[in-house]
């Protein structure tokens, strides 16, 4: 069965660094997004992307972070001079369409957990 | 106000039974998603059924089952002849304004679901 993959999963870096969260998404799918959650919070929406470029973002996704699919199968998350509060996991997603029905569904990878010390 | 309401934060099952999670929901749309997703202690985000607000049936997929009651606002999970596998976070989601290109999920604070033997 097809399945979002990311990589790493697991990141460490120290603040002020620039990480690179990668994605491959289903490969139908027309429809990119990323979440976080930070611990024992909630899931919190970031940004998704369609057609390559994004269609809506949240007020989380500030100057510091964009995305870019660089080509026909990844999809990644670029967080410029992390801060401690970035700390979390980050989930992709990836659905065949927005609609009206069970073809909206958001599949979502394994995430990956980002630490900044 | 919240968009979207577990109000279980935790909850303890014994084997077999069947189990209710609770969500209640909040939108003043027509048009309308609601997904539960299952997050294991490995930290992946696991889709398991889809609502749509269109539909007349409840949604089922195997042992689980949406009880929609849309006057209500509410989109409670059955899970039925719970397993020990089951013991998870469990997520309500919502997507709102799909006639107007919204494409982000909103998310529950969660429900821990724990399957005693």
């Known amino acids: 069965e097809p399945e979002v993959t990311q990589t790493p999963s697991h990141q460490v870096t120290q603040m002020g660094q620039e990480v690179i969260l990668r994605c491959v998404p289903i490969?139908?799918?027309?429809?990119f997004y990323w979440y976080r959650q930070i611990l024992g919070q909630k899931v919190e929406f970031l940004v998704s992307f369609y057609n390559n470029e994004i269609s809506e973002k949240s007020e989380i996704f500030d100057d510091q972070f964009s995305v870019e699919r660089p080509d026909g199968s990844n999809f990644t998350l670029k967080i410029r001079s992390t801060k401690l509060e970035d700390s979390a996991m980050y989930f992709c997603?990836?659905?065949?369409?927005?609609?009206?029905?069970?073809?909206?569904?958001?599949?979502f990878g394994p995430g990956t957990r980002l630490t900044v010390l | 106000a919240q968009k979207i309401t577990q109000t279980q934060p935790g909850m303890f099952v014994q084997e077999k039974e069947a189990v209710t999670l609770d969500c209640t929901y909040d939108?003043?749309?027509?048009?309308?998603?609601l997904f539960w997703y299952k997050q294991p202690s490995s930290g992946e985000m696991i889709f398991l059924i889809y609502?749509?607000?269109?539909d007349e049936q409840n949604a089922t997929e195997g042992r689980y089952s949406l009880n929609f009651q849309k006057a209500r606002k509410s989109a409670n999970l059955v899970i039925s002849a719970s397993q020990l596998g089951d013991s998870a976070m469990y997520f309500c989601a919502m997507r709102e304004g799909i006639e107007d290109s919204n494409y982000q999920l909103i998310w529950g604070a969660g429900t821990k679901l724990i399957i005693k033997p």
């Open positions: 609502q749509g607000s269109y």
């Open positions: 490969s139908n799918h027309l429809y």
């Open positions: 997603a990836s659905s065949y369409y927005v609609g009206t029905g069970p073809t909206d569904t958001q599949y």
């Open positions: 939108t003043s749309d027509q048009s309308y998603g």
